[in-house]
């Protein structure tokens, strides 16, 4: 069987998932690096590893301001730990929050959810993997597993580490000896394409990496009631958990107020506890701050007053230590000092067997393609609707419904891929969201629905996505009434190209979804209106089509045989390209095309019309002879006469001068 390099790979991916690949377990080899293999070969040759992947060089580094001609890399070499020090140890007594402070990269949000993992061993240890040392077999080479858009994957890196003036660039740790937390920087910076890529992001982006798990915003002006329940069950369940303070300009940036926080800057949540204080109880928050100094100087710091009310028993239970970068400070002052609150809830198979609870995930891969599914937000109503929709089913209420108003409750998480990598080529975050609507009457049922523009015109959204924002992920907790849904993503404005992943999560096994891309085209596809009329008008030509030559094409394109027969054959599809032709111009967009083959009688999905655009379009726009020369193809590829999948691709190949991987590509459902 001919099968396209694209459908392979995909063929192949769906075996390593069958076989649990991907999983922490069995993480996918990064780079195709398997770190054991390579680590045997260092062994037995003596030789230090030296990762070609990711040099020890200055485009590792970056590629803008710490890019090869940038005054910040000047001076800076790449040496071992072993040439830093006598006796370099991975980890110290296990590894602590004072293990991660921050260097000259603008990463705090990753170090803060570095120092929330170091609270729960077991997570630590999915990320940093047992046995490795500077001590024994020892080869210059570790490796480091993250999770990345729903699969686990090992990143295998060198321990040469960026140094200047005899000191570590980037993060280290308060012991000198000590670089594991310098080297998983470095993976992830790895991961990522460089160390510049890291800076500047969300502690979630960090939190989701290291677990996998799905992330909540508490927006702390707006905080619930229960908000001290909320991280008090999260911190038991090893939930992690990070808080920001927000900046009104450019030059806020990192500016320290008067009582000594940061603004614009990743802190770790690593903490809460109610005490007796002065015949009364009072909340307490624990903060850590990534540099590993710079605290809280207001009520219950370090020095504060208020500890010579506690009893010293209490004081010693809080781990009260100075000038280490974390702080207590009281929970009603950190509602008002800082502006918002990240939780990463963990999924099923990073909780402990005694988890109470935990989420259902349900995962979807997609991608917005410019001119075919790339519509962008409600605002544009003319081509919103192409955006990719996936239904979901609610089943099932709450078991402690509010008001006692029966409903679902779910969280929907929307995340961009590889964004980071892109800001080499100068791209970043798009700004992404998305809507939710009821599925109308007429379609509630249905396994295969995609509502169209009509639809969106006269029909709001019933949730959606708090905001429209540039972060990787954008995520909203729902309640909706059993019942279903469809759920659009989108980029806010359109024609932005990006792949995605959807997740779904739910307490209860309440969500059913299926995507929007499982329609087949096929002969039956094609309405048995439009079959009695093109038979009528245009005779038995294109169902038979018995000829499969270039010259039988060419005849069919321009009319010169059966002219009278041809010329109605046009009439009728010319009647379709005027009618959405909109502006008259002679041309169609992209998404015109669409709902014009869909009127001649072609449902196509959205894999389909991204190839359709790719070969017909130009700049998203389509002549009247393309498109003529698209329902030609169309009609030849699935007519029931190309009953053979290697058959039809010999025949469009040679008369249509297209690739079988292009044919491949629309027929890959069958595969």
């Not at 609870?357 to 393609?369: A, L």
């Not at 190209?497 to 002969?523: M, P, Q």
Request: charged content about 25%.
């Amino acid at each position: 069987m001919l099968v396209s390099g694209g459908i392979a790979a995909r063929v192949y991916k769906d075996r390593l998932k069958a076989e649990g690949m991907g999983s922490n377990d069995k993480a996918l080899k990064f780079l195709n690096q398997d770190y054991d293999a390579l680590k045997q070969q260092c062994v037995e040759s003596g030789i230090l590893f030296e990762d070609p992947m990711f040099p020890a060089a200055a485009t590792s580094l970056g590629f803008k301001e710490l890019g090869p001609h940038s005054s910040k890399t000047r001076g800076v070499t790449w040496k071992r730990p072993t040439e830093l020090t006598d006796s370099p140890q991975f980890i110290v007594g296990g590894a602590t929050r004072t293990d991660i402070c921050q260097g000259a990269l603008g990463d705090c949000w990753l170090l803060a959810a570095i120092a929330s993992l170091t609270l729960n061993d077991k997570l630590l240890h999915r990320v940093v993997p047992h046995g490795q040392t500077f001590e024994g077999d020892y080869g210059g080479i570790f490796h480091f597993q993250f999770w990345q858009f729903g699969e686990w994957v090992d990143v295998v890196i060198d321990d040469r580490l960026p140094v200047k003036d005899g000191e570590l660039v980037f993060v280290h740790s308060a012991e000198g000896n000590e670089f594991w937390s310098a080297l998983v920087e470095k993976a992830y910076s790895k991961l990522n394409g460089s160390y510049e890529a890291l800076s500047g992001g969300s502690t979630t982006e960090g939190f989701e990496d290291f677990t996998g798990g799905v992330s909540e915003m508490y927006e702390l002006r707006r905080a619930p009631k229960d908000l001290f329940k909320i991280i008090q069950k999260a911190l038991d369940r090893g939930s992690l958990m990070g808080c920001s303070i927000d900046i009104s300009s450019a030059f806020d940036m990192e500016s320290v107020t008067f009582k000594k926080l940061v603004k614009g800057h990743a802190y770790s949540v690593t903490g809460v506890k109610e005490v007796n204080y002065r015949g009364g109880t009072e909340r307490l928050i624990r903060i850590r701050n990534p540099w590993g100094q710079v605290e809280w100087t207001g009520a219950w710091s370090d020095n504060a007053s208020e500890w010579n009310h506690v009893d010293p028993s209490e004081r010693e239970d809080l781990q009260l230590k100075m000038e280490d970068g974390e702080f207590w400070m009281a929970f009603k002052e950190f509602l008002t000092q800082y502006s918002r609150l990240e939780i990463c809830n963990l999924t099923p198979d990073a909780l402990t067997e005694d988890a109470l609870s935990y989420w259902n995930t349900i995962k979807f891969d997609g991608g917005w393609r410019r001119g075919s599914t790339a519509g962008g937000c409600r605002n544009h109503p003319n081509t919103f609707w192409i955006n990719p929709q996936y239904k979901i089913t609610l089943l099932e209420e709450d078991d402690d419904p509010d008001d006692n108003e029966l409903a679902c409750s779910f969280l929907v998480a929307l995340m961009q891929k590889d964004r980071r990598r892109y800001r080499r080529q100068g791209q970043d975050m798009h700004t992404i969201g998305f809507a939710v609507y009821e599925v109308p009457d007429e379609y509630k049922g249905c396994q295969n629905v995609h509502l169209k523009k009509d639809f969106f015109l006269t029909h709001g959204s019933c949730a959606r996505s708090e905001t429209f924002i540039n972060l990787r992920e954008v995520s909203t907790r729902l309640r909706l009434p059993p019942g279903e849904y469809i759920v659009v993503p989108s980029t806010f404005e359109p024609s932005k190209e990006a792949d995605f992943v959807l997740r779904v999560f739910t307490e209860k096994h309440t969500v059913f979804v299926i995507f929007e891309n499982t329609v087949e085209i096929t002969e039956d596809d094609v309405e048995d209106s439009f079959k009695a009329m093109f038979q009528q008008l245009a005779g038995e030509v294109l169902y038979s089509f018995q000829c499969f030559d270039a010259k039988c094409s060419m005849m069919l394109l321009w009319g010169e045989q059966k002219g009278k027969t041809y010329g109605v054959f046009f009439f009728f599809f010319q009647g379709i390209f005027r009618q959405y032709d909109l502006d008259k111009s002679g041309t169609m967009s992209s998404y015109e095309m669409r709902l014009a083959l869909e009127s001649a009688g072609f449902k196509l999905n959205n894999k389909i019309n991204q190839v359709l655009v790719a070969r017909y379009a130009d700049k998203d726009m389509i002549d009247f002879d393309n498109f003529i020369s698209c329902i030609v193809k169309l009609e030849v590829m699935f007519s029931k006469y190309c009953f053979s999948l290697l058959y039809a691709s010999v025949v469009v190949h040679c008369v249509f001068k297209t690739s079988v991987d292009e044919l491949l590509l629309l027929r890959s459902d069958q595969l």
